[in-house]
């Protein structure tokens, strides 16, 4: 079982839907959970970071986590063709003084218009 | 305030030639990560630093790998040699520090390596 588990996609949504990608994660030792932003050809950029059971909203873009079922999903809502990129989930889990950042492969996003 | 500086931006060379990456991080982040990312593939950890002290080099290949962080600012990850296998993305990030919950990474721009 892998660590970090996305659907690879391609998830299709018109232009000013609701997105929804999810992510479950298997350790559930895990504090921290981020949603990365990749357009094709450059690197990952950090869009939210999560670290208590419940939602966090930022802008068009709300975190949801559920530490109990292990899950943490990214809606993004009034979708634009700019958010058409791949969406990598990301977990950290700490154990005494090591802590490592497993990322999911990531779901592709395509906003239609 | 600047963002995670990487050098050179793409690089191709012949397999079992030798290769370097050069990493200058976010002012103040002590923590400082190389990854790996091949196409489809989210990135991989190959080694972190927190200030000059590599606390997980786990994931590296230490036969062909190398990695310094000399003064605990910028850092350099070296292939020697290169196989066809290398070929991927090296990207790296730097975060305020590693162990606390709210370590935050911020990623450069990475280095597209093509190894023929």
């Known amino acids: 079982q892998k660590e970090v588990e996305q659907n690879s996609g391609p998830l299709s949504v018109p232009e000013g839907a609701i997105a929804s990608l999810n992510c479950t994660y298997s350790d559930r030792v895990s504090q921290s959970f981020f949603w990365y932003r990749q357009y094709s050809g450059k690197s990952p950029e950090l869009i939210m970071s999560?670290?208590?059971?419940g939602d966090k909203e930022d802008g068009r873009f709300t975190a949801q986590l559920n530490k109990a079922s292990q899950y943490v999903s990214l809606l993004i809502r009034d979708s634009q063709p700019s958010d058409s990129a791949t969406y990598l989930c990301?977990?950290?889990?700490?154990?005494?003084?090591?802590?490592?950042?497993?990322f999911g492969t990531g779901t592709r996003l395509q906003v239609t218009l | 305030e600047a963002g995670v500086v990487q050098s050179p931006r793409y690089k191709i060379i012949e397999k079992k030639q030798p290769v370097a990456f050069w990493c200058n991080p976010i002012?103040?982040?002590?923590?400082l990560y190389w990854y790996l990312q091949n196409l489809g593939q989210g990135p991989e950890l190959l080694i972190r630093?927190?200030?000059?002290?590599?606390?997980?080099d786990s994931q590296l290949p230490k036969d062909r790998f190398s990695a310094e962080r000399l003064k605990g600012v910028d850092s350099t990850l070296k292939i020697q040699p290169a196989e066809l296998g290398d070929s991927a993305v090296y990207l790296c990030?730097?975060?305020?520090?590693?162990?606390?919950?709210?370590?935050?990474?911020?990623f450069g721009p990475g280095t597209r390596l093509t190894v023929l």
């Open positions: 999560i670290y208590s059971n």
């Open positions: 630093y927190e200030n000059e002290e590599a606390v997980d």
């Open positions: 002012s103040g982040h002590n923590t």
């Open positions: 990030a730097s975060s305020i520090r590693g162990l606390a919950p709210y370590n935050e990474q911020f």
């Open positions: 990301a977990v950290t889990a700490y154990s005494g003084t090591a802590s490592k950042l497993t």
